[in-house]
T-cell receptor, first 112, second 114 residues
Framework: AQSVSQHNHHVILSEAASLELGCNYS??????LFWYVQYPGQHLQLLLKYFSGDPLVKGIKGFEAEFIKSKFSFNLRKPSVQWSDTAEYFC??????????FGTGTRLTVIP | EAQVTQNPRYLITVTGKKLTVTCSQN?????MSWYRQDPGLGLRQIYY???????DKGDVPEGYKVSRKEKRNFPLILESPSPNQTSLYFC?????????????FGPGTRLTVT
């Protein structure tokens, strides 16, 4: 069965610090990878996605993620976080079928 | 505006009282899905539908029912709610059923069963 692991449950950073959130998945075939963000009290919004091609994917709001196939990873990065990035971040995987498998989420708190 | 809507947004009910949470999308999407979100567990899929009259179980279907009589609507039915169904529920839709299609999420319904 597929699984998605997000090892950081809660990350606390000061503004301007760099961010990297880990995501690992278990599936050997072709995958499509997503990062979603959920701001407090809001629904999930797509940050970025990877389907094929360049493994370094750029998304909205300065976020990027790198797909490393050999490590089954799709880590999310941002060079300099802002207070407004405080949110919960979910990694998700889709593999051939229609259904998204989500990680358990990482809560990011950015201190001004 | 393209969107997924859910109603109600908040609901407090008692054990055993049947309820329905509606989901509607105005994007002519084929695929629709229900998730529940619980702390520490992320989002888990309850049911999904690949088109009208085509539904299937997700990872946690017990205690839920769905129907897809029209393309735009995908209600979630709890015939006899129990406290362990207290959760935050999200409906989502995507244009088609291929793996590369992005899912769009509704605003969520926070359900409390006492």
């Amino acid at each position: 069965a597929q699984s998605v692991s997000q090892h950081n449950h809660h990350v606390i950073l000061s503004e301007a610090a760099s961010l990297e959130l880990g995501c690992n998945y278990s599936y050997g075939g072709t995958v499509n990878l997503f990062w979603y963000v959920q701001y407090p009290g809001q629904h999930l919004q797509l940050l970025l996605k990877y389907f094929s091609g360049d493994p370094l994917v750029k998304g909205i709001k300065g976020f990027e993620a790198e797909f490393i196939k050999s490590k089954f990873s799709f880590n999310l990065r941002k060079p300099s976080v802002q207070w407004s990035d405080t949110a919960e971040y979910f990694c998700a995987v889709k593999s051939g079928a229609n259904n998204l498998f989500f990680g358990t989420g990482t809560r990011l708190t950015v201190i001004p | 505006e393209a969107q997924v809507t859910q109603n109600p947004r908040y609901l407090i009910t008692v054990t055993g009282k049947k309820l329905t949470v509606t989901c509607s999308q105005n994007m002519n999407h084929e695929y629709m899905s229900w998730y529940r979100q619980d702390p520490g567990l992320g989002l888990r899929q309850i049911y999904y539908s690949m088109n009208v009259e085509v539904t299937d179980k997700g990872d946690v279907p017990e205690g839920y029912k769905v129907s897809r009589k029209e393309k735009r609507n995908f209600p979630l039915i709890l015939e006899s709610p129990s406290p362990n169904q207290t959760s935050l529920y999200f409906c989502a839709s995507s244009l088609s059923t291929g793996p590369s299609y992005e899912q769009y999420f509704g605003p969520g319904t926070r359900l409390t069963v006492t």
